[in-house]
C-alpha cells in the first residue's frame, strides 16, 4: 500500500468506487469520468507504479488481469462488438494515476490511431 496513491485506497476500501470484480489479487471497477458507455480499470491490488515496473516476478498479476478481461466482456455483452485495453505509461503515455491499471472501453466505436 502506498499512502499517497488513489487506487490504493480504493483497494484497501478507504475511497468508494463502484466496484464490479475483486479477488486477493485484482480489483475492476468503473472509471470515475468514464470515456466510452462502458469504462472499467483494471488493476492490481498490490501497488505496481507503472508497466516500467512489470518483472518476470510480478508478471503473473499481468496474466491475471488479461484472464479476467474476457470474462468481463462476456459479462458486458461486449464480447462480440469489441472493445479497448488501454494503458498510459508515464507522462507521454497520459499517465495520471501511477498505480498499474489498463482501460477497458467499449459501447461505442472507437476512433484510431488516439490524440
Ligand atoms: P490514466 O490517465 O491512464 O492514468 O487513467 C487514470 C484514470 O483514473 C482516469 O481515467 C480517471 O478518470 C480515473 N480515476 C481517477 N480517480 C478515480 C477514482 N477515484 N475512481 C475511479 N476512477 C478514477
Ligand atoms: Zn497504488
Known amino acids: 500500500m502506498n499512502d499517497d496513491c488513489i487506487f490504493c485506497k480504493i483497494a484497501e476500501g478507504?475511497?468508494?468506487?463502484?466496484i464490479e470484480y475483486q479477488d486477493e489479487d485484482i480489483l475492476v471497477f468503473h472509471d470515475i469520468t468514464p470515456q466510452a458507455p462502458?469504462?472499467?480499470?483494471?488493476?492490481?491490488?498490490k501497488h505496481i507504479t507503472n508497466a516500467n515496473e512489470i518483472r518476470e516476478e510480478n508478471a503473473g498479476i499481468i496474466s491475471k488481469i488479461f484472464t479476467e478481461i474476457p470474462k468481463l466482456a462476456f459479462q458486458f455483452g461486449v464480447?462480440?462488438?469489441?472493445?479497448?485495453i488501454v494503458n498510459n505509461c508515464g507522462k507521454d503515455g497520459g499517465q495520471t494515476v501511477f498505480h498499474l491499471h489498463f482501460h477497458m472501453l467499449?459501447?461505442?466505436?472507437?476512433?484510431w490511431p488516439p490524440g
Not at 478507504?14 to 463502484?18: F, V
Not at 462502458?38 to 491490488?45: C, F, G, S
Open 38 to 45: 462502458l469504462h472499467l480499470l483494471i488493476i492490481p491490488k
Open 14 to 18: 478507504q475511497i468508494p468506487a463502484k
Open 106 to 111: 467499449a459501447g461505442r466505436h472507437l476512433a
Open 79 to 84: 464480447n462480440e462488438k469489441g472493445y479497448r
